[in-house]
């Protein structure tokens, strides 16, 4: 099993709405981040956690909460969005962050859209 | 801070040619380069891993190539088809995935 899975596909909802992202993986794979991807650009990296522990914050806003119940389980936890924060919202999961050879596999991602 | 560069940013060509996408990187340092295929709307494919002591990986009709000390991957796509119209992204590992900016191929039947 060689899969990411990411649920729900798509989200709408309002600037004042609490939801959760969820992306799992049963691969053994001890490194999992969250990406970020605007129409027409390249992913851009969130957080990364590695052996369940958050190791990588790229400044990300406080209206987005990761946690990574346990290794197989990353959820990202939105409060009070923004339109801006529309976006294609991608897991990733490998062997780990800094393993020579690791390979990424990605989800299909969550297009969330904050109206 | 690793920067990736991918050249063409657009392509376009008629079905049957053979085409490569450019790749560069600025950090050497690297653990392994891959590519990925992107679908509008959809989630990353990964179509090839380089791992930093090989030199290229081959899988069907592509082939990628890397050259760590000039900082250059290229993707190599044979007898194109309008099937692999879609969006190639390449991705530098260090210490995260450190993407390029794409390159959107367009083919022709």
């Known amino acids: 099993d060689t899969e990411v899975t990411q649920t729900p596909k798509h989200l709408v909802m309002g600037m004042t709405n609490k939801k959760s992202l969820k992306c799992e993986q049963h691969?053994?794979?001890?490194?999992m981040y969250w990406y970020k991807q605007k129409a027409k650009k390249p992913p851009e990296l969130m957080f990364v956690?590695?052996?369940?522990?958050?190791?990588i914050n790229e400044s990300v806003p406080s209206r987005f909460s990761p946690e990574c119940p346990n290794s197989s389980l990353l959820n990202l936890h939105l409060h009070a969005l923004q339109p801006e924060d529309s976006a294609l919202y991608l897991c990733?999961?490998?062997?780990?962050?800094?393993?020579?050879?690791?390979?990424?596999?990605f989800g299909q991602g969550t297009r969330l859209t904050v109206v | 801070k690793q920067e990736v560069t991918q050249i063409p940013a657009a392509l376009s060509v008629p079905e049957g040619e053979n085409l490569v996408l450019n790749c560069s990187f600025t950090?050497?340092?690297?653990?392994?380069l891959q590519w990925f295929r992107q679908d509008p709307g959809k989630g990353l494919t990964s179509l090839l891993l380089?791992?930093?002591?090989?030199r290229e990986q081959t899988s069907g009709r592509l082939n990628a190539s890397l050259d760590k000390s000039s900082g250059r991957s290229t993707l190599y796509i044979a007898a194109s088809q309008p099937g692999d119209s879609a969006t190639y992204l390449c991705?530098?590992?260090?210490?995260?995935?450190?993407f390029g900016t794409g390159t959107s191929l367009t083919v022709i039947p």
């Open positions: 950090d050497s340092a690297i653990y392994n």
């Open positions: 691969m053994g794979h001890r490194a």
């Open positions: 990733a999961s490998g062997l780990s962050p800094a393993l020579a050879g690791a390979e990424a596999f």
């Open positions: 956690y590695s052996y369940e522990k958050l190791s």
């Open positions: 991705a530098a590992h260090g210490n995260q995935f450190y």
């Open positions: 380089i791992q930093s002591s090989q």
